[in-house]
T-cell receptor
Framework: DAKTTQPPSMDCAEGRAANLPCNHS???????VYWYRQIHSQGPQYIIH???NNETNEMASLIITEDRKSSTLILPHATLRDTAVYYC??????????????FGQGTELSVKP | EAQVTQNPRYLITVTGKKLTVTCSQN?????MSWYRQDPGLGLRQIYY???????DKGDVPEGYKVSRKEKRNFPLILESPSPNQTSLYFC?????????????FGPGTRLTVL
């Protein structure tokens, strides 16, 4: 699986957009980009995923660069409840390597009032 | 409500006393998996199961056993727990019907082995 690089921490003002970057320069053609978050030792929560097109759901938007070497997760209006560790994960379909998700160190996002 | 449940949520035990952590999902998922989370090491996969009666080792299977007799349940068994198995454990499940799937995680079980 491709390695990902994320900043260890970020701050965001409540109500503003939070933009979390991820570098995955060694991504291969069949690998998807997934984002999960973990709120204070709770079970990780799926946010969004994509292959090469930008994606949006009720939680967030995912912007993947044209060369697929990096991506940005956007929380459009961050709230205090969005304070969490955000993980960017790159992997192929579940059939590879036992379906495991490789969680790196992630970005600790602090949303402040 | 679609969910993954784990029991117990907290457990303190002593070295060598066999224990089982249960995991159950109500989403009819074929795939289930166990992870442990330790500070500085992230989440590491212990075992996984692609379907009933099909299980396989993850990255850190030593000291653990699993079984998958029913689709909804995937218990994690520690036959002889040791202090190095003190950790936060998560169960996860997913469908395998599509190429790209989200995994649903349980709330976690915090285990302390004295």
């Amino acid at each position: 699986d491709a390695k990902t690089t994320q900043p260890p921490s970020m701050d965001c003002a409540e109500g503003r957009a939070a933009n979390l970057p991820c570098n995955h320069s060694t991504i291969s053609g069949n690998e998807y980009v997934y984002w999960y978050r973990q709120i204070h030792s709770q079970g990780p929560q799926y946010i969004i995923h994509g292959l090469k097109n930008n994606e949006t759901n009720e939680m967030a938007s995912l912007i993947i660069t044209e060369d697929r070497k990096s991506s940005t997760l956007i929380l459009p209006h961050a709230t205090l409840r969005d304070t969490a560790v955000y993980y960017c994960i790159v992997r192929p379909s579940i059939y590879n390597q036992g379906g495991k998700l490789i969680f790196g160190q992630g970005t600790e996002l602090s949303v402040k009032p | 409500e679609a969910q993954v449940t784990q029991n117990p949520r907290y457990l303190i035990t002593v070295t060598g006393k066999k224990l089982t952590v249960t995991c159950s999902q109500n989403m009819n998922h074929e795939y289930m998996s166990w992870y442990r989370q330790d500070p500085g090491l992230g989440l590491r996969q212990i075992y996984y199961s692609m379907n009933v009666e099909v299980t396989d080792k993850g990255d850190v299977p030593e000291g653990y056993k699993v079984s998958r007799k029913e689709k909804r349940n995937f218990p994690l068994i520690l036959e002889s727990p040791s202090p190095n198995q003190t950790s936060l454990y998560f169960c996860a499940s997913s469908s395998v019907g599509r190429l790209y799937n989200e995994q649903f995680f349980g709330p976690g079980t915090r285990l302390t082995v004295l």
